[in-house]
């Protein structure tokens, strides 16, 4: 089968062209396009319903598309799904651990099921990665949610995919949990893969993201850095504020030692 590829491989690791995607009468996608920088973390805005979960599902071939192309790490999602599947990992909008498992039990199998070599030590490696050794022999029915939310990130990083999806990785974690997930991300983006994020946090995408778009009726309505986003709106005009630490702020210092 021959395809004609959007870009070559060394190019944007996720191309997106005039995406379109219905739900019966609904239509929720309407010609979306977007580019995401290898080694980029990209962030992808909207408000409940915006079809955020809908563009990640078609990313990585749960959902096929009704019009447009989309290709990621260089494969087509609609005809060489098998290429697109071996190149991601997926965190879901639900937190996908098994209960009865441990969290190291957990790492080990899906270990196995990629078939790695040495699964024990990859396991080892991911829980120190996000705070969970000491938690590791513990089952995880006895996990609070951010532990699960880390397990879960931990867990699509085994065999360390080139291009990540995060659907709301935040969602329900607590402000110290929060940052552990944005120091993971960060870490993995300089390590030279690339994350596409949803969030309705803003700060979280401020905090973040190399470049953020947001989804809005079925389009793009903007795509940039954020300072490109910010320039869209009049300067502010200088006026004396005095700052106060906001309440998270307190909390973080509180609770972490840590000044943001
Ligand atoms: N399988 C489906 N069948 C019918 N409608 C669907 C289906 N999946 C999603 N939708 C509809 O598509 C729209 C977009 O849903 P989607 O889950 O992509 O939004 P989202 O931006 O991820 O929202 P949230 O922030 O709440 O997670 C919604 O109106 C939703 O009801
Ligand atoms: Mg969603």
Excluded: C
């Amino acid at each position: 089968m021959s395809v004609t590829p959007l870009m070559d491989r060394a190019g944007a690791a996720i191309r997106v062209q005039g995406l379109e995607k219905s739900f019966g009468q609904v239509s929720v996608l309407r010609g979306v396009d977007i580019d995401v920088a290898r080694g980029s973390i990209f962030a992808l805005l909207g408000s409940n319903g915006a079809g955020k979960t809908t563009l990640v599902k078609i990313l990585s071939t749960l959902l096929k598309a009704d019009a447009g192309r989309a290709e990621v790490n260089g494969f087509d999602v609609g005809r060489q799904a098998a290429g697109v599947r071996e190149s991601i990992s997926l965190t879901g909008q639900f937190a996908a651990v098994d209960e009865i498992l441990t969290g190291r039990e957990n790492l080990v199998m899906v270990a196995r099921l990629r078939h790695l070599k040495n699964a024990g030590t990859i396991a080892d490696d991911l829980l120190r990665r996000f705070s969970l050794t000491e938690a590791g022999a513990r089952r995880v029915a006895a996990y609070s949610g951010g532990m699960r939310r880390r397990l879960d990130i931990a867990m699509s990083l085994a065999g360390n995919p080139p291009v990540i999806f995060l659907d709301e990785p935040t969602t329900g974690l607590d402000p110290e949990g929060r940052l552990e997930v944005w120091r993971a991300v960060r870490e993995l983006a300089s390590g030279g893969t690339t994350v596409l994020l949803t969030t309705q946090h803003l700060d979280e995408a401020e905090h973040l993201a190399d470049r953020i778009a947001i989804l809005h009726e079925g389009r793009i309505l903007v795509n940039g850095t954020l300072d490109e986003l910010r320039k869209l709106l009049p300067q502010a005009t200088v006026e004396y504020v005095e700052k106060r630490p906001t309440l998270e702020d307190v909390f973080l210092a509180l609770v972490t030692g840590e000044k943001r």
